[in-house]
């Protein structure tokens, strides 16, 4: 472990190398994927990490300007826009980006105050930790904070290193004010450079993080479509045969009201035939549309495209009494909606209700609000029959 030596130099090439690629990785990503909000700020902040040490590698050659101040803004706003990136991704809203801009022009300013009229490699060491350290658990806290609901592991995976980062440029701070004044600052101590570690392993650690965070998101949009209808957005029937049954066994161990609606519309096959199936697909759209807003405000409705222009709708906490009312609301609503009318005619719909009793189970249960529904049909349809009632 003696001969263990971090040249400076070395690793600012290794970052420049390691920002490149992954920069142009992620910029890839965003151009032949779908677009995500904040991947191209996230992107840029990495490149320009990047471009802070390739400038820092010829420090002694090329001038101080060039080397010192613009390398280090380059840094500043790589770190910078880093965090407005992943503010984006996880929809974190803050005002912080306003401190950390203000910031920023600060350190410049600093920077350039400590590279001509007063000198000090150790001063600059403290200005660029303090900003690095600031955004660095900025963007923690916005990967911590952020609203988008995300898979827990990778964003951990990231944050974490965000934290260990902030933490360690905070140390840095104080460590470079009081430790001998530096003449060099390619040979600094094992303490600076290992600070250059730390930013590869950050780097390491957005590249897999994001892999796994939007990777994780397309996993769940495709699950997500597979329990929805193409054509009205409603659950289709793989929700009925999978999630379904759980809430009612769930409802009925918690000894809560379940009760269940079935509906169609009336005479859907003369509709069909007399304008065609353009408009009858059309107006199962429509109908889907009202169905949804009448369930916007609850979390306790699910509405299920059963097939054809049959739906069925579950209200969990709620005896047959209340969902007799909201099936009466729906019709009246169809009824009079004038966007679901054909040719001036309104478009009506038959409804039955059943509620869940103690020793019934989900079968009977729909068969009891279908039986309903036949019963709407032969009572002349447009109407609504509840199981209780026959």
Not at 3 to 23: E, G, K, M
Not at 242 to 268: G, H, Q, Y
Request: charged share 15%.
């Amino acid at each position: 472990m003696e001969s263990l030596t971090l040249d400076i130099r070395t690793l600012n090439i290794i970052i420049v190398l390691f920002s490149l690629l992954y920069a142009v990785g992620l910029f890839i990503y965003q151009t032949t994927q779908q677009k995500s909000s904040g991947l191209k700020p996230l992107a840029a902040g990495i490149f320009l990490i990047g471009v802070g040490p390739f400038l820092i590698v010829f420090r002694g050659i090329a001038p101080d300007w060039l080397t010192v101040v613009v390398a280090n803004s380059f840094i500043h706003l790589g770190f910078l826009c880093t965090f407005y990136g992943v503010s984006l991704i996880r929809n974190f809203k803050s005002h912080i980006i306003h401190v950390l801009l203000f910031g920023f022009v600060i350190s410049v300013g600093a920077l350039y105050f400590f590279t001509y009229p007063i000198p000090s490699i150790n001063f600059r060491i403290a200005i660029v930790s303090a900003y690095m350290s600031a955004t660095s658990f900025a963007t923690f806290w916005a990967l911590i904070k952020g609203k988008h609901d995300d898979a827990k592991l990778p964003v951990l995976l990231m944050a974490i290193p965000f934290l260990s980062l902030s933490i360690m440029m905070f140390v840095r701070i104080f460590y470079g004010l009081y430790e001998p004044q530096l003449t060099n600052y390619l040979m600094a101590g094992k303490m600076h450079a290992f600070s250059y570690v730390h930013v590869l392993i950050l780097l390491v650690s957005i590249s897999l993080s994001m892999l796994w965070l939007f990777n994780s998101r397309l996993v769940k949009s495709i699950h997500h479509l597979s329990l929805k209808d193409p054509l009205t957005g409603l659950y289709n029937r793989r929700v009925m045969d999978n999630v379904i049954p759980n809430l009612v066994a769930r409802a009925k161990e918690r000894k809560n009201s379940v009760s269940l609606i079935m509906t169609d519309i009336d005479n859907f096959k003369a509709i069909n035939d007399e304008f065609g199936h353009i408009v009858g697909d059309d107006t199962i759209e429509k109908v889907a549309k009202v169905l949804t807003q009448s369930a916007a405000n609850s979390e306790n409705i699910y509405i299920v495209r059963f097939g054809g222009d049959e739906f069925m709708i579950l209200l969990l906490e709620s005896d047959i009494n209340n969902a007799y009312e909201y099936a009466e609301n729906l019709r009246k609503q169809l009824l009079s909606d004038v966007s679901v009318s054909l040719s001036g005619h309104p478009c009506t719909m038959s409804f039955g209700v059943a509620e869940l009793g103690l020793d019934d189970n989900l079968d009977e249960l729909l068969e009891n609000a279908d039986s309903a529904l036949y019963q709407a049909k032969n009572l002349g349809r447009n109407q609504v029959v509840s199981n209780s009632s026959m």
